[in-house]
């Protein structure tokens, strides 16, 4: 991590890095410069070169976007983020027209009240203010109707299904059955779970219930913060959890890589 200060790691420091969506142009030139290896190893695992198709389905961008705690080696860390990538495209495809949207500036409980309403699930609670919403494309449009007249702003999300939801459901037996085959090791690197908002304590059970569970970003942080982590480090591409960050723990201290 180039240009950080010497004394970073003197006090608890929590590590964020984006997932899906926060993909550049420029980062398959980077993972090309620092890593030519795992760009090879990608392409072998995916059959393609997943880069040159990251926007176009979450089977691309999962391998993408895939960073670890050396838990999983590299080979079996990519082969499970292709995997998981190509089973969330197909189980959103079974299950029909689904999608996600944002919910931006408004009452978090008005929000998921409208969400249990129309049959839509709240898949990720970023913020105060911000979550997002995931379920059958015409269910959240009407949720979308609902929430404008409740003076909640809306931004409909450019994704290829309605992750973090029920949508997600066919994926998780297969996805399971492959984790139970690959080797884990104990993290060398203490990760959190955004399924429970507390330290990993089943890699495998994790990352599988994760395909349906909504993200607990906001619990996730603020566990963090409690526990000792004044110092938070966005090493991913834009500021985005940065700025989450802030609104959910104004005291922390914010560093990007």
């Given at each position: 991590m180039r240009g950080l200060r010497g004394d970073l790691w003197h006090m608890p420091t929590a590590i964020l890095f984006p997932g899906q969506g926060s993909q550049t142009p420029d980062?398959?030139?980077?993972?090309?410069?620092?890593?030519?290896?795992?760009?090879?190893?990608?392409?072998?695992?995916?059959?393609?070169?997943?880069?040159?198709?990251?926007?176009?389905?979450?089977?691309?961008?999962?391998?993408?976007?895939?960073?670890?705690?050396?838990?999983?080696?590299?080979?079996?860390?990519?082969?499970?983020a292709a995997l998981r990538g190509r089973l969330m495209s197909e189980s959103g495809a079974r299950r029909g027209d689904g999608t996600m949207l944002a919910a931006l500036g408004g009452d978090d409980a008005t929000v998921v009240g409208i969400a249990q309403q129309h049959g839509v699930t709240v898949a990720n609670d970023n913020a105060p203010g911000q979550l997002v919403l995931s379920g059958e494309r015409a269910a959240l449009q009407a949720a979308g109707t609902s929430l404008r007249e409740a003076g909640v702003r809306v931004l409909e999300l450019n994704v290829a299904g309605?992750?973090?939801?029920?949508?997600?459901?066919?994926?998780?037996?297969?996805?399971?059955?492959?984790?139970?085959?690959?080797?884990?090791?104990?993290?060398?690197?203490?990760?959190?779970?955004?399924?429970?908002?507390?330290?990993?304590?089943?890699?495998?059970?994790?990352?599988?219930?994760?395909?349906?569970?909504?993200?607990?970003?906001?619990?996730?942080?603020?566990?963090?913060?409690?526990?000792?982590?004044?110092?938070?480090?966005?090493?991913?591409?834009?500021?985005?959890?940065?700025?989450?960050?802030?609104?959910?723990?104004?005291?922390?201290?914010?560093?990007?890589?």
């Amino acid at each position: 991590m180039r240009g950080l200060r010497g004394d970073l790691w003197h006090m608890p420091t929590a590590i964020l890095f984006p997932g899906q969506g926060s993909q550049t142009p420029d980062m398959r030139e980077r993972v090309a410069e620092l890593r030519p290896d795992l760009l090879d190893l990608a392409t072998e695992v995916v059959g393609e070169d997943p880069f040159a198709r990251a926007d176009d389905d979450t089977r691309f961008a999962q391998p993408a976007m895939l960073a670890a705690a050396q838990a999983i080696s590299e080979r079996d860390a990519l082969r499970l983020a292709a995997l998981r990538g190509r089973l969330m495209s197909e189980s959103g495809a079974r299950r029909g027209d689904g999608t996600m949207l944002a919910a931006l500036g408004g009452d978090d409980a008005t929000v998921v009240g409208i969400a249990q309403q129309h049959g839509v699930t709240v898949a990720n609670d970023n913020a105060p203010g911000q979550l997002v919403l995931s379920g059958e494309r015409a269910a959240l449009q009407a949720a979308g109707t609902s929430l404008r007249e409740a003076g909640v702003r809306v931004l409909e999300l450019n994704v290829a299904g309605a992750f973090h939801s029920p949508f997600m459901a066919d994926a998780v037996p297969d996805f399971a059955e492959a984790l139970g085959a690959t080797y884990v090791r104990a993290p060398r690197i203490e990760v959190w779970s955004c399924v429970t908002a507390k330290p990993m304590d089943d890699v495998r059970r994790r990352l599988a219930e994760g395909l349906t569970a909504p993200v607990r970003w906001r619990e996730t942080v603020i566990n963090l913060h409690e526990a000792g982590f004044d110092r938070f480090v966005d090493v991913g591409p834009g500021k985005v959890l940065a700025k989450l960050v802030k609104r959910i723990a104004k005291s922390a201290e914010l560093v990007h890589a």
